[in-house]
């Protein structure tokens, strides 16, 4: 298998945090049966702190220590590119260090919050500009959850539509992976990725992910959305594009097929009766059966078809799309006085400083609750569920201070450059944060 959406790259963004882990994650993938990774690395995004060159050594330097070990497990890179307002700026500076292996293809991603006409518009300024957007994690957008007919409209203009394994397999919920399922059975999802970012969640995983889908809807299909697709990108040709159904359509072939299985059925149950009412098996009627009635066949067929279509699962036809405005830009007006370098600089230490004075407060917190649990739980396996609970919540806390600190360090740089000071402050505070980090938390682990 392809997965086409992995953070795998150390140290570039909110992904792996060492080669180590980056290491790790190559061994999931590998046993999980993946033999391609592309590495995308968000760009012109809050977690995004390096330059293209250092991201390439990176990658080169991954791809060293992949070779030796798995000599079979192809890397590429790409990159995933976050619309906001001034995107194309980033693009058009430096397009093919932004698409997939060089390729026409890119993989973009929107604020959750996004409209659906500043999807839209962002998008027909990429297809202008002869580039091919896939649209990572399509679940995600509040704009388009639920919303075929929107997705039908951005497949039309030459959309390519990328959902995420994890959440094919429900580890989101129902709802969302409902939502998918039905995307895959109306044939608007392009790719499958493992979205993975670390090794020890969100992991490189693919293979139940393909398994389900097969399921689904056969193997040839799971074959265009798990590997085929991918390899046209990494190849830059045209993708294999699936017939896109209604959900009408699919409802109604649902409805079809349970029809066909009811009478089936009903037919084979018809044909035991028959030969057990006439003896027809081993002699199974002399053996003392009695024969058997059935009463009216006919209003039994209608009734048991209904019940079948009954039970079959009801899915609506989505909201039309609404009208799209003019993709607009907006500049930042200039400062009348440029604060100094270290004034700046002093404002965003105190500011990380408050959030690693809370993150500690909230360490302190759910490590008093495991030592509590473990004391006061007297039941084995009820005090394991309770602690892996909290051991989540570490996990989740981590997850919510990195975007915290890479939010306020994208500021930070975003305003050193505003007034052409230097940024590389930025780097030594990101890396001296993943040191505090990984110092506080083996030693809250060393506790517990």
């Known amino acids: 298998m392809i997965d086409l959406h992995c953070h795998i790259l150390p140290q570039v963004d909110d992904g792996s945090e060492s080669l180590v882990e980056s290491m790790a994650m190559i061994d999931i993938a590998y046993n999980d049966g993946i033999r391609t990774i592309v590495a995308t690395p968000h760009r012109n995004h809050p977690v995004d702190f390096r330059n293209r060159e250092s991201i390439e050594e990176t990658f080169q330097l991954l791809v060293s220590k992949v070779k030796n070990q798995y000599p079979d497990m192809k890397l590429y890179l790409g990159s995933e590119l976050f619309v906001s307002k001034d995107f194309l700026e980033v693009l058009d500076d430096k397009p093919y260090n932004l698409t997939i292996n060089g390729s026409r293809y890119v993989l973009i991603e929107f604020d959750v919050s996004a409209s659906f006409s500043f999807i839209q518009s962002a998008i027909h300024e990429l297809l202008v500009r002869g580039y091919i957007p896939i649209l990572a994690h399509v679940e995600y957008y509040e704009a388009l959850f639920d919303q075929f007919e929107r997705i039908r409209t951005l497949k039309d203009e030459g959309v390519a539509i990328q959902v995420t394994s994890s959440n094919l397999i429900g580890k989101n919920g129902l709802k969302m992976q409902s939502f998918i399922k039905r995307l895959i059975a109306m044939g608007m999802v392009d790719f499958v990725s493992s979205d993975a970012h670390r090794s020890t969640y969100r992991r490189p995983l693919l293979k139940d992910a393909y398994n389900l889908t097969a399921s689904w809807v056969g193997d040839n299909e799971a074959q265009r959305i798990f590997i085929d697709n991918q390899q046209a990108v990494i190849d830059n040709e045209s993708l294999l594009i699936s017939n ?19 009478i089936a059925a009903i037919l084979v149950l018809a044909g035991v009766i028959f030969i057990i009412t006439s003896g027809g098996i081993n002699g199974w009627n002399d053996s003392g059966v009695e024969p058997t009635t059935t009463g009216n066949t006919e209003g039994n067929t209608e009734t048991t078809i209904a019940r079948t279509e009954e039970s079959s699962e009801a899915i609506e036809t989505a909201i039309s799309g609404e009208e799209t405005s003019a993709f607009a830009t907006e500049q930042s007006s200039e400062k009348a006085t440029n604060p100094s370098k270290e004034a700046i600089e002093e404002a965003y230490l105190d500011r990380l400083l408050t959030y690693q004075q809370e993150y500690e407060d909230e360490l302190d917190r759910i490590v008093g609750l495991i030592k509590e ?13 309770v602690v ?45 944060y993943h040191r505090i980090k990984e110092e506080k938390t083996q030693y809250y682990l060393n506790q517990i």
């Open 244 to 262: 896109i159904r209604t959900m009408n359509q699919v409802k109604s072939s649902n409805r079809h097929l349970n029809r066909y299985l009811a």
């Open 373 to 385: 649990a473990r004391e006061v739980i007297s039941d084995d396996n009820e005090r394991k569920r």
């Open 388 to 432: 892996e609970g909290y051991l989540g919540d570490i996990i989740n806390l981590e997850e919510q201070a990195d975007i915290r600190v890479y939010q306020a360090l994208y500021e930070l740089q975003n305003e050193l450059e505003s007034y052409r000071y230097d940024v590389s402050i930025v780097q030594e505070m990101r890396d001296e």
